[in-house]
T-cell receptor, first 112, second 114 residues
């Protein structure tokens, strides 16, 4: 069966520090991968999605970037964190369009 | 702009009572997905609806998609404390394309009083 791993679970970082969140999927190949951010009162916002290695699409301009160095690995990064980057970050995957997204357990990021 | 509206935003019910959560869009829903989330955790997939008029049930939870494919409801019968959490609807509102990302409503927070 397929599983998705996301880490770390929580992170507290000072403003201006770098960020790296990692997500890996097991038990499938060539998944679509997604990064969402969930902020209080704002719902889930799609940040990036990828349909293949080195194929990344950004949905909103921001202080973040994403990379997919391997088929089942998706990384969310920032060179310098802002206070507004605080939130709950969720990685998700699906096999194809018209199939459910499956989510990781999320990373709670607090920028101080 | 928020394209999926969920109502109510929060709900407190007595254990054993029935309840309904609604999800509405101004655009056609080519796929509608219901998820449950406990605070601080990821989203758990519940059900997927794709055809107008479709209805699916799992244990005490029933989800429906209207004929026009612009509104969905999630109904819980005889609620239990284990049903407590945040329910989110997600939808595919784009026809065609290769990506499968969904847009989401803001969620409905359900509390069940024993």
């Amino acid at each position: 069966s397929q599983t998705i791993h996301q880490w770390p679970a929580t992170l507290v970082q000072p403003v201006g520090s770098p960020l790296s969140l990692e997500c890996t999927v097991e038990g499938t190949s060539n998944p679509n991968l997604y990064w969402y951010r969930q902020a209080a009162g704002r719902g889930l916002q799609l940040l990036f999605y990828s349909i293949g290695i080195d194929q990344i699409s950004s949905e909103v301009p921001q202080n973040l970037s994403a990379s997919r160095p391997q088929d089942r690995q998706f990384i969310l990064s920032s060179k310098k964190l802002l206070l507004s980057d605080s939130g709950f970050y969720l990685c998700a995957w699906n096999q194809q369009r018209n199939s459910p997204l499956h989510f990781g357990n999320g990373t709670r990021l607090t920028v101080t | 702009s928020q394209e999926l509206e969920q109502s109510p935003q929060s709900l407190i019910v007595q254990e054993g009572k029935n309840l309904t959560i609604n999800c509405t869009s101004s655009k056609t829903l080519y796929g509608l997905y219901w998820y449950k989330q406990k605070y601080g955790e990821g989203l758990i997939f519940l059900m997927m609806l794709q055809k107008g008029g479709e209805e699916k049930s799992h244990e005490k939870i029933t989800a429906k998609l209207d004929e026009k494919k612009q509104q969905s409801s999630l109904h819980i019968t005889a609620s239990q404390p284990s049903h407590a959490g945040i329910y989110l609807c997600g939808a595919d509102i784009v026809w065609g394309g290769s990506q499968g990302n969904l847009i989401f409503g803001k969620g409905t927070k359900l509390s069940v009083k024993p």
